[in-house]
């Protein structure tokens, strides 16, 4: 799966916010309170992993532009040239 360049950079920016609720969760969770600290490392992991399976109102604009475009162009095949 390629992310480009603003993928990536969305993905850094997400995990900037997640690894310390991770590391939060791990500690409290060795600490001994296991509800706690499991449910923080949850939501660093549903940091990182809701936005690649999530639409978000930033994909709309771009899932209607490829649905147009694929419309309003045809790709021709390679026998008819």
Known sequence: MGLGIWGT???AATLV???PVGIFGLNTLLA???L???GLLAVAV???VLPHYLTTPGDIPATVA???VGKAVKVPDEEES
Request: without cysteine.
């Open 17 to 19: 916010f997640a690894i």
């Open 66 to 68: 490829e649905k147009v």
């Open 32 to 34: 001994g309170q296991e």
């Open 46 to 48: 549903l940091m990182v």
């Open 36 to 38: 706690f600290g499991g």
């Open 9 to 11: 950079i969305q993905l």
